[in-house]
């Protein structure tokens, strides 16, 4: 049974600073790209970032650029993601997943799916 757990989601003031952490079981990790998605109340779910399998390519939306980097720990089935400068509009609940497909920013392209860690950034 394939599990994503997310965890590290919580309260910050704007220009905080919060590292998610998703812990995969029941997969072979390291053959999985991995992305972080995330869904604010009444939005649809939107990209975030992406890596591949070998941690050594990544994507990021826009509107995290520069803010935002997600990494992967192959030997422990887990990938993070560091948010810094946070702001607002970056309140959401977070998702991790994992795609078959090399790197991908597509979430119809990811077979599984966490939970979800809420992120609540206040002004």
């Known amino acids: 049974q394939v599990q994503l757990v997310e965890s590290g989601g919580g309260l910050v003031q704007a220009g905080g600073s919060l590292r998610l952490s998703c812990a995969a079981s029941g997969l072979s990790f390291s053959v999985y790209a991995m992305g972080w998605f995330r869904q604010a109340p009444g939005k649809e779910r939107d990209f975030v970032a992406t890596?591949?399998?070998?941690?050594?390519?990544?994507v990021y939306a826009d509107s995290v650029k520069g803010r935002f980097t997600i990494s992967r720990d192959n030997a422990k089935s887990t990938v993070y993601l560091q948010m810094n400068s946070l702001k607002p509009e970056d309140t959401a609940v977070y998702y991790c997943?994992?795609?078959?497909?090399?790197?991908?920013?597509?979430?119809?392209?990811?077979?599984?799916w966490g939970q979800g860690t809420q992120v609540t950034v206040s002004s």
């Open positions: 890596i591949n399998w070998t941690g050594d390519n990544t």
């Open positions: 997943a994992a795609s078959v497909r090399y790197i991908s920013t597509k979430g119809s392209e990811y077979v599984h």
